[in-house]
């Protein structure tokens, strides 16, 4: 959170050490959250074989620091890696059978995200179409509604999503 820092603060200090800790051995930190199989068994080889996956709020806490680091980062090689991480991350979620408020978030929050301008794929209708559903699903099955499922409809919201 060292670019975060130089953004709030404009000390180069904390710039230098985020450049320090990114090219660190050879970008090996940028190597681990680009690997799908780092991020669903981050202690490999004992989570592969005990089949303990990630939680998924981790994995929301990790989507959460690389908005942060996509929206600040200026080198779009590195930026397009965040975005990346991204949606590696909302794609491991998504293959889960009970995605939850958490799951529904680390996905809005890889979502219409670009590096240059907007793209639409073809997909995006279907992606909107499930998001929607499955926010709905959320918010009808409990009536006091977590933090998250609540932090997760308003993003839809304000990506107009909903009317």
Sequence with gaps: MYLVGYDVTGNEHCLEIYHEKLKENHYSRLHSILDPENIEYPYSPRDKINNTTQATWAILQTQYSLVQLFELETDITIRASYL????????????????????MHVILLAQNRSLIAPVVSPTDEQKIEFLKNNCREILAGSPKASVTAVATYWTAVKQGWFN
């Design 84 to 103: 990346e991480a991204m949606r590696i991350n909302a794609q491991i979620v998504e293959k889960r059978a009970n995605i939850g408020a958490g799951g």
